[in-house]
């Protein structure tokens, strides 16, 4: 199998107006890095614009791009997940189609790797472009948040931008889990990491793919895939409730025997409304990690691949590739004879 030296992988989502931009930069800074020695691994996450059919003339005009066209929308995360289980370069950039990142900075992040002797250079947002207040203050909170009840140290204020060796992703394509949170997972894998301070630009064109209600999901899965700490709160939880019951036991039992009784019913039922909140708190964390288990016990392939455009070096490890279906000619000039 032929191992170019640079594989740069891009989940693409509705990028039909990006795309010829992003793969004129990309190509561009691919040449720079390496030559012709590279592959831009291009995936179609189930756009619902022309991004496909843009995909597939780029492929046709440059030997370079291989396009992989997944069966349906998978998500970002099993987008990337495909892309860098079909490329086969010994270093892989992971950058997004919006051109927030920009690939022009490929160069001095192969030479920080080269300096540190790094396996992966993460890139480390000082500044963020077109986002608003709203996005920069949840992003600096769930980074900060998540670095507190995560049992892996994950990297502040960092996507998925990233540059990485071989061994790296190989160690990443060894974890087979499916709530995936690609940039801590990387962290997970170890190996030498250093950071790359960058400023994020604004999006190039088109809406962002990651509205509120994806990033809770995201956010989620961070939590719920590198810790066990919202189960450790439930449990601790229910040993205060279980003194707090203890001592509302013995108020009570105290009013009783001195004859001072409770009036009215909007206390008891205050307790009961926070008990009972707790309560569904309690069991939703317990069911939210028991709904995970239940999917990975299934073993269903992380992703699925209807068609790929270009030569592709690697091979679906983690996902399935299905065959191009083809019509026998007899068929055909059968169905064409019936029509005449």
């Known amino acids: 199998m032929h191992r170019p030296a640079l594989s740069v992988v891009i989940p693409c989502y509705n990028e039909e107006a990006t795309l010829p931009l992003l793969h004129a930069r990309v190509s561009a800074a691919a040449r720079a890095a390496v030559g012709d020695d590279h592959e831009?691994?291009?995936?179609?996450?189930?756009?619902?614009?022309?991004?496909?059919?843009a995909m597939q003339r780029l492929s046709a005009e440059d030997p370079h791009v291989v396009a992989i066209n997944l069966s349906r929308n998978h998500g970002h995360q099993l987008a990337l997940t495909a892309g860098l289980d079909m490329c086969a370069g010994e270093q892989i950039l992971i950058i997004d189609a919006d051109l927030q990142d920009p690939p022009e900075l490929l160069s001095d992040m192969r030479l920080t790797m080269a300096r540190e002797q790094a396996d992966v250079v993460y890139a480390v947002r000082r500044k963020r472009e077109g986002e608003t207040l709203f996005k920069k203050a949840t992003a600096a909170a769930f980074y900060r948040v998540l670095d507190r009840v995560t049992d892996t140290a994950i990297p502040l204020d960092t996507g998925d931008f990233r540059l990485m060796t071989r061994r790296a992703l190989d160690a990443f394509l060894a974890l087979p889990e499916q709530a995936r949170f690609i940039r801590g997972m990387v962290a997970w894998v170890?190996?030498?990491?250093?950071?790359?301070?960058?400023?994020?630009?604004?999006r190039h064109a088109g809406e962002t793919n990651y509205p509120l209600g994806k990033m809770v999901r995201l956010a989620l899965d961070a939590v719920t895939g590198f810790s066990t700490a919202p189960l450790r709160w439930a449990s601790h939880l229910s040993v205060v409730l279980a003194a707090c019951s203890m001592l509302l036991l013995i108020y009570i039992g105290w009013g009783y025997f001195v004859g001072d009784h409770v009036q009215g019913w909007t206390s008891t039922m205050l307790v009961v409304v926070v008990l009972s909140s707790i309560q569904m708190f309690v069991l939703g964390m317990i069911g939210e990690y028991l709904g995970r288990l239940y999917i990975e016990a299934k073993r269903r392939p992380l992703y699925l691949i209807a068609d790929v455009a270009g030569t592709?070096?690697?091979?679906?490890?983690?996902?399935?590739?299905?065959?191009?279906?083809?019509?026998?000619?007899?068929?055909?000039?059968?169905?064409?004879?019936?029509?005449?």
Do not use: M
């Open 40 to 53: 831009i691994v291009l995936v179609n996450d189930g756009s619902r614009d022309n991004s496909w059919a």
């Open 190 to 202: 170890g190996f030498r990491q250093v950071p790359f301070p960058y400023d994020r630009a604004e």
């Open 312 to 340: 592709a070096h690697g091979r679906a490890t983690l996902g399935f590739q299905a065959e191009r279906t083809r019509i026998p000619d007899a068929q055909v000039a059968g169905e064409v004879v019936a029509q005449d």
